[in-house]
């Protein structure tokens, strides 16, 4: 694939850490790894994907291995992308068909995804000063998307990570399935079990379960 950087696959460039962004040493020096592994993936921080005039954000952890760490684009190639995608489509928030491939035409329609942590981390893993450090680019991201009213975190991580950058005190903002919390500016913070593999196949997420969510953001956008 071309190595464009984030910023030239960026709705939202201003927001992007660069292709070989040195803050985190031990995030770098396991994409430095995978490099060398696979040189033809994409290897660096995975930019956000969508719509720069959306009200929905949706907030991923990290890009997973041999999904958005080799593709570039986040949750495409991976099974976790399957559900996310197919719900997004169903829900009248994305057009074309989802190929997992970043060259397939699907876009976002109102929605965009940004990451909590925009480089592979070991095991799926970012410590706390990554996900710290990361938080730059995040509430820059939020800046640069003035439009977003409604934020559904995907996972405990993503969760936190959002609840900070709404001005959240995490400590008070209880992850769970379905939770919904009133930031200071108006802004709503929804969160969802994360659609991985492993959620999935444990049953402790379904297709249903996972829409509701979603459905729910609407429902916040539109109300009645």
Known sequence: ??????AERSPIPQAEAPRDCPLCPRL?????????????WWNGPVPAFGDR??????????????GANRTGRPFTGDYAGE???ATLLKLGLA????????????????????????CLPPANR??????????????????ALPNVRV??????????AAARALGLPPAS?????????????????????????YNQNTGRLDAAMFESVFERALALRCPR
């Open 1 to 6: 694939m071309p190595f464009a950087t984030p």
């Open 28 to 40: 770098v020096a396991f994409r430095q790894e995978c490099r060398a592994e696979y040189p033809d």
């Open 53 to 66: 005039a959306a009200w929905l954000a949706i907030v991923g952890l990290a890009p997973g291995k041999h």
């Open 83 to 85: 559900l996310l995608y």
């Open 95 to 118: 057009e074309g068909e989802y190929r997992a491939d970043p060259g397939d035409g699907f876009r976002l329609t109102g929605a965009i995804i940004l990451n909590a942590v925009k």
């Open 126 to 143: 970012p410590e706390p000063s990554e996900i710290k450090t990361c938080r730059n680019y995040f509430e820059a991201a939020l800046v």
């Open 151 to 160: 934020l559904v975190a995907l996972g405990q991580i993503a969760h936190v």
């Open 173 to 197: 903002t209880k992850f769970g399935h379905g939770a919904e919390a009133l930031a200071p500016d108006g802004r709503i913070l929804l969160s969802s079990y994360h659609c991985s593999r």
